[in-house]
């Protein structure tokens, strides 16, 4: 279920990376580079940062396939994806606590102390959407609206604390999910945000 | 033959960063680090993805030396270099097949699925102009202009299917070079691009 | 001695990291993640690109804790942090050659090329603001300001000599620190830059 979960968040996340790119005038290779990047490279860093070799796409291409495809697959559907935003992000709030929840999985196969359990589980989820934005060139927008990152961490704490008292890891699956799930849709309807750190200044001469 | 042909477009590589790190004003510093981000950047990320260490540049330092050598070189030879357009284009044109080629035999050497050969071929031809243009500050240029990502699929495909059906791989280096060489000279001349996904409407809030 | 002076210089270059994130209105999310990668981003690509695992803050998580609580103190103390100016700009030059000098010591430990030891020490010298300034959506700022990258691979040059040379391990590390600190606080005193390549025609169509 969990894999299910997995596939569908990421060809979510390969089509609205297609949307960005499309935004940027990109070419249909650019539009499968930047869905690539955006659905598969928050595991790609994590793997990388834990050594934990081989990368989950060189075992298995096919995902490339299917994040190419989903990404192809928007640019006739774009004006209904478009329409679609609600689904979508909903579809992107799966994505952000099932990536999580593998991430902290493969955090705790590595054997790392419980705090990089948690930090390979948002690394996971969010880092995708962060190399997406910097290859746009634009400055990392998940630092700037509704809680997206501090869902990741609660889910990720969440999953960690119920393996840690002994849970079942399939009860913990889908109770980090829900909870994780809950908590970023609530923060898309209220607006709730982190607080921010506004600073004018030049500090440096 | 091949080497010497690798040896060329690290070079030819480093001395088109140079240019793009002198329109940015960098000082000699950052005309040094944008030339070996540029000509070794798809290499290292290629190993650093498929795990295959140690990277080529720490194996051989020397081609820090020749990269840098030919970044400052082409300080006072701005002008020269300026004039010499199609030359460095066609240079670009041979370390882009060069560069892929080399990059799919590392994919075979490590044993991995067809599909992820291609695509260290991509990385090793592609990565190095991406992440230079991340460090400018641009949006990756080769997604918008002419066929270039398209140009190290195709010189990989036919390598890796030349070497798949048992000919020599002397033969289909030399083959799929010159029919990727061939294939970026015409689509320089005549223009060709890729389609692009143009798409205006925010879909984000 | 070096391990306190690290450890000064890590939660110096979380602050000076927290204040480019306020400038750009992040949230406190944010402001941690920019602190980390200023921190600890130069030590994890030099680990990363010699395949020297487990990375140093996973073996030691606290260190996420020290950066992440810096920044955030610095948002209360952002005014102060701002009129201590000269002080944070000592403290980034007691980084740059603290964490040099470290990352020689790993590269010799790596046994690999001399290149390379002062590689390794520039990477972990000065790729944490360069991450920082990619991610921050700016030119890499340390290639047009006053020797910066130039003070790292002095600091380490002589600290690989004085060791291959058989001097103490302990003098060479207090001399090549003080020695590079005293550039680079002259480098700004006196504003002493790197050359710049200034060149304004387009070569690409």
Redesign the interface.
């Known amino acids: 279920m969990l894999l299910i979960a997995f596939y569908i968040a990421i060809a979510a996340e390969a089509m609205?990376a297609?949307?960005a790119?499309?935004?940027?005038?990109?070419?249909?290779?650019?539009?499968c580079?930047i869905a690539c990047v955006t659905a598969l490279g928050g595991g790609?860093l994590r793997d990388?940062?834990?050594?934990h070799?081989?990368?989950v796409w060189?075992e298995n291409?096919?995902l490339?396939?299917l994040v190419c495809g989903a990404a192809l697959l928007t640019?006739p559907l774009?004006?209904l994806?478009?329409r679609l935003?609600w689904p979508?992000l909903l579809l992107d709030a799966l994505g952000l606590v099932v990536f999580t929840v593998i991430g902290c999985n493969i955090g705790m196969e590595a054997g790392?102390?419980p705090?990089?359990v948690i930090?390979a589980g948002m690394v996971t989820g969010t880092a995708g959407g962060?190399l997406r934005d910097?290859?746009?060139?634009?400055?990392?927008?998940?630092?700037?609206?509704e809680l997206?990152?501090?869902v990741s961490m609660i889910t990720g704490t969440i999953y960690f604390l119920g393996l840690t008292a002994g849970l079942p890891d399939n009860l913990m699956i889908l109770a980090s999910v829900i909870i994780g799930f809950t908590l970023r849709f609530l923060a898309l309807v209220f607006n709730w945000?982190?607080?921010?750190?506004?600073?004018?200044?030049?500090?440096?001469?």
């Open positions: 609205t297609a949307l790119a499309g935004r940027r005038n990109m070419d249909w290779f650019g539009v580079l790609t990388i940062l834990l050594d070799y081989p990368l060189v291409p096919y490339l396939l640019i774009a004006r994806v478009d935003k979508f790392v102390h705090i990089i930090v962060i910097v290859l746009c060139n634009d400055i990392p927008l998940i630092f700037r609206g997206y990152a501090t945000e982190m607080p921010k750190f506004v600073y004018d200044r030049e500090m440096r001469k």
